[in-house]
T-cell receptor, first 116, second 110 residues
């Protein structure tokens, strides 16, 4: 299957700082990318959907000013956690979709964020 | 929001078939059923998807009932590496989103 790469795999940051996570589709063009968050022993929760060149659509309850999403090209989307706090510590996962409907989305390996 | 319900956990003996059920009684006519699995601390891995016909690939088979209100994922010969959380997802028709439910934690026993 297609490859989606996230960077970094893990990051530790101080409370109050911002962290950027990158998501790249390595061998296909991703017109749509999704960002998820997963807390321990829980399922993946969709945070936002981003389409290349347009503003992201956030799920209810997700603060768009705190979780900044940029999808500037067909192979790259970034998630920036601004003014991170310990409660933002989580596993963040992106996925990417190639163009047309009814195809599978491919997921990155995830980024473990720990805010201290 | 997830439109599926799955058992919380299941066990399967190594080498036997693992049959994982999923209910999606509110599925719409043009919505596909997808299956993914997640091994601890990794991103989900695509397994298979279908609309109304049964599907088979190198990983698994997907059996969808005629009324499309439920489906079963079949791993024909389970191995220890198949131990994971399996998610059944009905993909939202308009926005392409994949909403994850609680999934089934499958444990393959030696």
């Amino acid at each position: 299957g297609a490859v989606v790469s996230q960077h970094p795999s893990w990051v530790i940051c101080k409370s109050g700082t911002s962290v950027k996570i990158e998501c790249r589709s390595l061998d296909f063009q991703a017109t749509t990318m999704f960002w998820y968050r997963q807390f321990p022993k829980q399922s993946l929760m969709l945070m936002a959907t981003s389409n290349e060149g347009s503003k992201a659509t956030y799920e209810q309850g997700v603060e768009k000013d705190k979780f900044l999403i940029n999808h500037a090209s067909l192979t790259l989307s970034t998630l920036t956690v601004t003014s991170a706090h310990p409660e933002d510590s989580s596993f963040y996962i992106c996925s990417a979709l190639e163009g047309h409907q009814n195809t599978e989305a491919f997921f990155g390996q995830g980024t473990r964020l720990t805010v201290v | 929001d997830a439109k599926t319900t799955q058992p919380t956990s299941m066990d399967c003996a190594e080498g036997r078939a693992a049959n994982l059920p999923c209910n999606h009684s509110t599925i719409s006519g043009n919505e596909y059923v997808y299956w993914y699995r997640q091994i601890h601390s990794q991103g989900p891995q695509y397994i298979i998807h279908g609309l109304k016909n049964n599907e088979t690939n190198e990983m698994a088979s997907l059996i969808i009932t005629e009324d499309r209100k439920s489906s079963t994922l079949i791993l024909p010969h389970a191995t220890l590496r198949d131990t994971a959380v399996y998610y059944c997802i009905v993909r939202v028709g308009t926005g392409n989103q994949f909403y994850f439910g609680t999934g089934t934690s499958l444990t393959v026993i030696p």
